[in-house]
Structure formats: structure tokens, C-alpha cells
């Protein structure tokens, strides 16, 4: 048993210590994501060690090193749960309100009818689909009696992305900001006569052994459109499949530089990735929005026959900016960051910047 806790400790040690090396190879990124995951084997290790190791030897320098790999890694995933104050206040109002439904089809999933049938119990006023083709289109069109005005980018490379929406699309553009082939979707909505909002759909690639091979791209297009959302006057929310998890010092530099709310602080991670393995799920699938909304509803939806669950989230137009809505402060060394990222996605030669 000595044995196994070492290599649990080994294994722990390593997991912890390698993200703050902040190389961008996506082995080293990687380790950014199961902190969820490392807190119940961090846990059930710093147990085995109490139970099955002289506390009065050297082994007592195990079990520090554990409760300190196991506050570290609590300091990340805390705020997404209900033991963190709100950082986006629920709703008092609904008067005007606008609801979203995020989902990563997988290209390969043919159960259309599944997303179909929960776009039409929901009746969101926008659907945003990710990894959607030509044939996820020909499907998605039956919807358009009650989502009637699109923008559509079918792509058979898992970055195809088409929305759909209640509201007329102003403005409505597909970019490929940082890579060609990996499309994001930008548009205004008038959501009332008086209220226009601005609207960033996402889905960059991943840092992963089969995408990209570090996280240099995916980083670039977060911090170029928090850094226009940052001068975009009117309000704003952003959807999408990030390919990070909310609690990414990526993540976090994106929410500080856009100034931007995380609904999901204070009330739970809502992890939409691995749909079909529970122990390995995390929070890829995302929604921010600015100080002028508050939510009425937010949660993760049922199985569509995807890798990914979709994401529902209902907000009310409701612009009361309080001292508790401060989000994530900017710091000088956050701006540094940002423009190392650019930096080094300019130095790429695939790169559009």
C-alpha cells in the first residue's frame, strides 16, 4: 500500500505543478482541465495516507504536500460551486428576457431528433450549434417556423457552426479570426425596440495531440474578442464550445480583459464534456454576459447523442451594476499575458493575425 501512495503522490505533485509551467503544449495545458478530478483522487489519497502510513516519520511530509495540492486545487473550482457567493444576481424581473440553447452537435451524431425535440420544449430564442455539416443543416432548417432568421457556415472539418434565432440578425458575420476553417459567428439582436445586444458565437480549436499542438491559437481568438467586447457599448453575451474549462487561467484572463460575468459562479460547473463519461466531465461549453443581465435560468440539458450535453441559459435584460458584479479584476501582468498570446499566435505561420 506504501507503494500505491507514493505513485498517487507522484502522479498528484506532477498534475498540480505542470500547469504552472504555462507552456502552451497541450500535454502541459491538459493538466488545466480535471481539477474536479484531482480533488476526489487528491481526497481519497490524503485518506489512505492517514490511515496506512506512520505520520510521525517522513511520510508526514506526504500528507502536508497533499492538503496543500488539494487547497490549490479547491482554489480553482470552488467558485463554481453553490459555496461561492453569485457572481451574476438572479432575476427580478422578465420583462425582457432572452434565452439560449449552446450545443455541440458532434458532426458525426445522427440522432437529430434529440436536439430538435428539446429546441422545441424550450423554445429558446437562440440556438447555437457547433460541429454542425451540410446534413445537421438540412435537419436544423425544420426549426426555422420558430427560429426563422439564421447564420449558417456548415463545415465538414468539426468546426461547422450555424445560429439560429427568434430575433432578426443585424450585422450578422462569419469570421475566421485566428484560423481559416475555424468560423466564428458575430451579430446584433434587437431583442425589444429599445434593446440591442451584441452577441459572439465560438468555437476555437483545441490544444490536443490530434488539433493543434499547443493552445497558441485557441488563447489568440479568446483574448481578440474579449479585447472587442472590452469597446463594444452595447450588451453583450458569448457563447460557445471554448475547448477550455471555466476555471483556465485562459479563461479567467478572457473574463478579465472583457469584463464579462460567469453566471455559473456561485451555482454550479455545469459540465457539458465527456457526455458519456461521467468521472471525466468538465465545463467546456460557455456563457458570459455583461453587467446588464441577470438570470432567470441556467442548466445543463439531457443527452443528444453527443460527446457534449447542451447548455440552456435564460437571462433578463435588467442593467443594475452593483459592487457585487465586479467580475474578475484586470492586473498589469494580465495585460503583459494578453499580449504575449498575440505575440506568439502572430509568430505562427497558420496564423491570420
Not at 63 to 84: E, M
Not at 102 to 112: E, H, P
Not at 133 to 140: H, P, T
Not at 226 to 252: F, H, M, Q
Amino acid at each position: 500500500m506504501t507503494w500505491v501512495i507514493v505513485a498517487l503522490c507522484g502522479f498528484i505533485l506532477l498534475a498540480t505543478l505542470l500547469p504552472l509551467a504555462k507552456h502552451p503544449h497541450w500535454s502541459v495545458r491538459a493538466m488545466e482541465f480535471p481539477r474536479l478530478q484531482l480533488v476526489v483522487i487528491t481526497a481519497f489519497t490524503l485518506l489512505l495516507s492517514i490511515f496506512y502510513l506512520n505520520l510521525q516519520s517522513v511520510a508526514a511530509l506526504a500528507v502536508i504536500s497533499l492538503l496543500a495540492c488539494l487547497s490549490f486545487q479547491l482554489w480553482w473550482i470552488l467558485p463554481y460551486t453553490p459555496l461561492w457567493p453569485v457572481e451574476v444576481k438572479k432575476a427580478t424581473t422578465n420583462t425582457h428576457t432572452i434565452s439560449l440553447i449552446t450545443a455541440n452537435v458532434l458532426q458525426t451524431n445522427r440522432q437529430f431528433n434529440l436536439l430538435l425535440e428539446q429546441v422545441r420544449v424550450h423554445q429558446p430564442d437562440i440556438l447555437v450549434t457547433l460541429e454542425s455539416d451540410e446534413i445537421w443543416e438540412q435537419q436544423l432548417d425544420s426549426l426555422l417556423d420558430i427560429l426563422p432568421y439564421s447564420v449558417k457556415c456548415p463545415q465538414s472539418n468539426l468546426y461547422g457552426m450555424h445560429v439560429y434565432s427568434r430575433y432578426p440578425l443585424d450585422e450578422a458575420k462569419c469570421e475566421y479570426i485566428v484560423e481559416e476553417g475555424v468560423p466564428s459567428i458575430h451579430a446584433k439582436l434587437k431583442i425589444a425596440p429599445h434593446i440591442m445586444i451584441q452577441a459572439h458565437f465560438l468555437h476555437p480549436a483545441p490544444p490536443s495531440p490530434t488539433e493543434n499542438e499547443t493552445a497558441i491559437e485557441r488563447d489568440a481568438e479568446l483574448v481578440v474578442v474579449a479585447k472587442r467586447v472590452i469597446n463594444e457599448p452595447l450588451p453583450t453575451i458569448v457563447t460557445g464550445d471554448l475547448n477550455d474549462v471555466a476555471w483556465s487561467p485562459t479563461t479567467r484572463l478572457f473574463r478579465k480583459i472583457s469584463g464579462l460575468l460567469d453566471p455559473r459562479v456561485g451555482r454550479g460547473m455545469f459540465n457539458t464534456f465527456h457526455a458519456q463519461y461521467p468521472f471525466t466531465r468538465w465545463p467546456l461549453d460557455h456563457l458570459f454576459s455583461s453587467h446588464h443581465f441577470t438570470v432567470i435560468d441556467i442548466k445543463r440539458l439531457d443527452n443528444i447523442g453527443s460527446d457534449h450535453f447542451a447548455l440552456y441559459a435564460k437571462l433578463a435584460y435588467q442593467p443594475v451594476k452593483n459592487e457585487d458584479e465586479a467580475g474578475l479584476e484586470l492586473k498589469k501582468k494580465d495585460i503583459h499575458r494578453s499580449k504575449e498570446i498575440i505575440e506568439n499566435a502572430v509568430a505562427k505561420p497558420n496564423c491570420k493575425l
